[in-house]
């Protein structure tokens, strides 16, 4: 940065703009600021949420020669004014208000301070500015969103199902999971007042057969039925509102043109289509180039621990805050993997289970998925052309610590040690 020399002599850090603004949001209202670098002045200015007000908020950064505008994201409220007032020509960017806590901590609070801050915080700082969405992305989220809302009141209406029937002492779905055919078969068997005999036959685990029909001994009052009755048509009704959502999102692969992303997305252990549309949605089509790295782009999910290290010594270790939507997904995809998957990585989390605690360890495979998404993407390769130096394609074999795997079914064929 240039430096400024004032008249006492003293020389000081040249602002990085001259003309700033900052804009504080919430639900109602948009406080905006404006800072001129030159003399230190501040000057604020009250707008309502609609269009009207955010074209008068535009007018307005342009009437006073604005070079830059910081806005905070506070869930969707910041969306109107950050669309508009870059359609009119604003250079506007959005900021984590994380950022602005880290870098000034402001005695009391209130919405014209925080602008104000925002404006000077411009001026002064090269700010670590979010990626915000494209209209693609809007899109899918609004369909990710109707889904996972879906599946949020289907859980409220089973639990609460479950905790009535429970206080009256039937207990069969603390046995067996009640969104399930299973569960649901049991309970149209209840609401169809059959025998304990014949609500244990519905299940085709044996074993548990005996005890299922004894916790469905227990007699129901005629009142509850009605009830039950409406909870699986509640139940039923989610559960096709979530399936017909899905088939919408997966046919979105090809009208959004996603199809040869998905499929090398896809090539990824543990990685399936709704998984790589829901990465897609949350973090961009092209997030192998807004993230720089691998890292990066696994620490923007919150699969790598935000460690704090202060002369060689960990201080603190903690997980990192990430996009909470991916790394829930992303971590559940990584333990189905552990259980059900195969192939070198498989192997490994094998052998790094044997040190470490399954959650660290779930943790490490998410993370291993995660930059391998972002490869495959970079070098425009499908997963198993280049995850592994040791992987011989043509005899469908590869070593991993003096163990001889074979990619298909993950069995160890061949176990040695190396001359020393």
């Known amino acids: 940065m240039a430096k400024r020399i004032h008249a006492n002599g003293q020389a000081s850090v040249q602002a990085r703009y001259n003309i700033t603004g900052g804009c504080d949001t919430d639900k109602n209202i948009i406080v905006a600021a404006i800072y001129y670098a030159e003399t230190g002045s501040l000057e604020a200015k009250?707008?309502?949420?609609?269009?009207?007000?955010a074209l008068r908020a535009a007018e307005w950064f342009r009437s006073h020669q604005v070079e830059l505008v910081i806005i905070e994201s506070t869930a969707n409220y910041h969306m109107l004014y950050y669309d508009t007032l870059r359609e009119e020509g604003i250079n506007i960017s959005v900021i984590n208000p994380i950022v602005v806590k880290a870098l000034l901590r402001v005695e009391g609070?209130?919405?014209?301070?925080?602008?104000m801050t925002l404006a000077r915080l411009a001026a002064n700082f090269d700010l670590k500015t979010s990626n915000m969405p494209d209209s693609q992305q809007r899109e899918l989220r609004l369909l990710f969103k109707r889904i996972d809302s879906w599946k949020q009141q289907r859980t409220q209406v089973t639990n609460r199902a479950n905790g009535i029937l429970t206080g009256l002492g039937f207990t069969v779905f603390r046995l067996v999971t009640l969104n399930t055919p299973?569960?649901?078969?049991?309970l149209q068997a209840i609401i169809d007042r059959r025998t304990p005999e014949e609500i244990a036959s519905l299940h085709r685990n044996r074993i548990k057969r005996p005890e299922i029909e004894k916790c469905a001994a227990v007699p129901l009052p005629e009142y509850i039925l009605p009830y039950l009755k409406e909870v699986l048509d509640d139940v039923n009704t989610l559960n096709n509102r979530i399936i017909a959502?899905?088939?919408?999102?997966?046919?979105?692969?090809?009208?959004c043109n996603l199809q040869n992303q998905v499929d090398l997305m896809t090539t990824v252990a543990g990685v399936t289509s709704m998984l790589a549309l829901r990465i897609i949605a949350e973090l961009g089509a092209n997030y192998h180039q807004r993230y720089c790295t691998a890292e990066a782009f696994s620490k923007a999910i919150g699969v790598v621990p935000a460690n704090e290290v202060s002369g060689g010594k960990l201080l603190k270790r903690r997980s990192s805050h990430g996009n909470a939507?991916?790394?829930?997904?992303?971590?559940?995809?990584?333990?189905?993997?552990?259980?059900?998957?195969?192939?070198?990585?498989?192997?490994?989390?094998?052998?790094?289970?044997g040190r470490v605690h399954y959650y660290k360890a779930t943790s490490a495979v998410a993370r291993r998925i995660a930059e391998a998404l972002w490869w495959v993407m970079v070098k425009n390769e499908p997963y198993r052309h280049w995850n592994d130096p040791n992987t011989n394609e043509k005899s469908g074999k590869v070593r991993v610590n003096n163990r001889l795997i074979d990619l298909e079914t993950g069995e160890v064929l061949e176990s040695y040690v190396e001359d020393c």
């Open 46 to 53: 009250e707008f309502k949420q609609h269009k009207a007000d």
């Open 109 to 115: 609070k209130s919405d014209k301070g925080d602008a």
């Open 245 to 255: 959502a899905e088939h919408e999102l997966l046919d979105k692969i090809d009208s």
């Open 182 to 186: 299973a569960g649901l078969r049991i």
């Open 325 to 353: 939507r991916v790394k829930f997904h992303l971590l559940s995809a990584a333990k189905a993997f552990a259980i059900h998957g195969k192939g070198p990585l498989k192997a490994w989390f094998d052998q790094y289970r």
